[in-house]
């Protein structure tokens, strides 16, 4: 979809889950920058076009500092309310890049700036049900996205990617926990999911965190199944960045003119040239801090920070 951050949709709808509706209704709500929530609070950013890193982030002009330096001018963006890594203005991993700016930060509820990994506690006891990997919080369903690893078809052995779980092993009957099969929910996502998952995931991703890095390369990594040694350098390895198979009814695919994760700007046939924010702001790249206060970059668009 030209021009516009995220032409993924959500197809919303769950007549068939007691679970999520009691009645069926159906809409479509777009992911990434553009979906609905990100909608409602477009305002304050920086006014110039947004350059994506390779973690789905934007690349700022701040460079050098040691590990745990903080850069003059940053604004913090908490996540609910919590501060992590990807959103302290601090270079935790001393790569000299901050925040946004750091490749292996996928938002601000990311408290990994040295993988892909965003390294929060609170998995469920069933290890192969998985929820938004963009948010901040896991295992539990609380932002209404529900998937498992179950439903992966290259969840075979020997590796049983992504998971590396031999109980994960694909099974295309499988009810996941909570209710609904992998046909309904690959299918489907409840309403909730759209709203508080939708404007966190970055063009190339699913809300599930498989990605496809380098964009456009059908190359499909997990950043969520054992990814804590996944990096910009490890893509390749399958031991580090396991292969995933994306869910249709909430991937953010990467169009042309979008800036994306693994593709820093939008195709040269692109005519506008732009990140495509729709209602949104551009990150301002020669800015130390590349959105206004309340707001995180995220594939070139200035994202409400999730409360």
């Known amino acids: 979809m030209t021009g516009a951050l995220g032409a993924a949709r959500f197809t919303l709808g769950f007549a068939a889950l007691a679970a999520f509706a009691a009645a069926a209704c159906s809409r479509d709500i777009e992911l990434g ?76 509820c990311d408290n990994s700036e040295r993988s892909f990994d965003v390294d929060l506690p609170g998995a469920g006891a069933d290890k192969c049900t998985e929820d938004c990997f963009f948010d901040n919080g896991n295992g539990a369903g609380n932002d209404g996205c529900r998937f498992s690893y179950r439903c992966d078809p290259l969840s075979v052995a020997p590796d049983y990617p992504p998971s590396g779980l031999a109980s994960c092993a694909y099974d295309e009957a499988a009810t996941i926990s909570g209710g609904g099969t992998c046909v309904e929910l690959g299918a489907a996502q409840a309403p909730a999911c759209a709203s508080a998952c939708g404007p966190l995931t970055p063009n190339g991703c699913d809300c599930f965190g498989c990605c496809e890095i380098p964009a456009n390369s059908r190359h499909y990594v997990s950043l969520a199944g054992g990814a804590s040694e996944c990096t910009s350098a490890t893509l390749g390895d399958p031991s580090a960045c396991p292969p995933c198979t994306q869910v249709p009814s909430c991937s953010n695919p990467c169009d042309d003119c979008e800036s994306c994760v693994g593709r820093p700007e939008p195709l040269p ?20 801090a590349p959105c206004a206060r309340g707001f995180y970059c995220i594939t070139g668009c200035c994202v409400p920070e999730p409360r």
């Open 33 to 108: 920058s553009d979906g609905a929530a990100a909608r409602a609070g477009s305002g304050g950013a920086g006014a110039s076009a947004g350059y994506a890193g390779t973690g789905g982030v934007v690349a700022t002009a701040g460079e050098g500092g040691a590990a745990g330096a903080s850069e003059a001018g940053c604004v913090p963006v908490a996540c609910h309310g919590k501060l992590y890594e990807c959103g302290d203005c601090t270079d935790n991993d001393g790569d000299g890049k901050l925040d946004a700016a750091d490749p292996e930060c996928t938002g601000p």
């Open 269 to 288: 046939s692109c005519m506008n040239g732009s990140a495509g924010c729709d209602g949104l702001k551009s990150c301002d790249v020669n800015a130390i």
